[in-house]
């Protein structure tokens, strides 16, 4: 199981994979900064906020119930504690 960060990463991996994008022009898309998107990239936040997920969700061209739109983020796949 996961946690929801991880599942972020994994998802956030997945899209730009699928897009054909690149970090850096994720980060210019979605105004979200260098740091905070390499942290969120390298797993290392604790989570991530929902403004955030706004903007990288706009900078990848979709809503966030399509990002969040994944077995990731189902019950029986996070680990709620």
């Known amino acids: 199981m996961r946690n929801i ?3 972020v990463t994994i998802r956030l991996k997945e899209l730009l994979d699928e897009r054909g994008l690149s970090v ?3 980060e210019r898309r979605s105004a979200v900064s260098h740091d905070t998107l390499k942290s969120i990239m390298k797993g290392k936040t604790k989570g991530v906020n929902l403004k955030t997920l706004i903007a990288l969700s706009d ?4 809503t966030v119930s399509e990002f969040l739109n994944s077995e990731l983020f189902s019950y029986d ?5």
């Open 24 to 26: 850096y022009k994720l």
């Open 5 to 7: 960060s991880e599942a």
């Open 77 to 81: 796949n996070l680990n709620m504690d």
């Open 59 to 62: 900078g990848l061209g979709i």
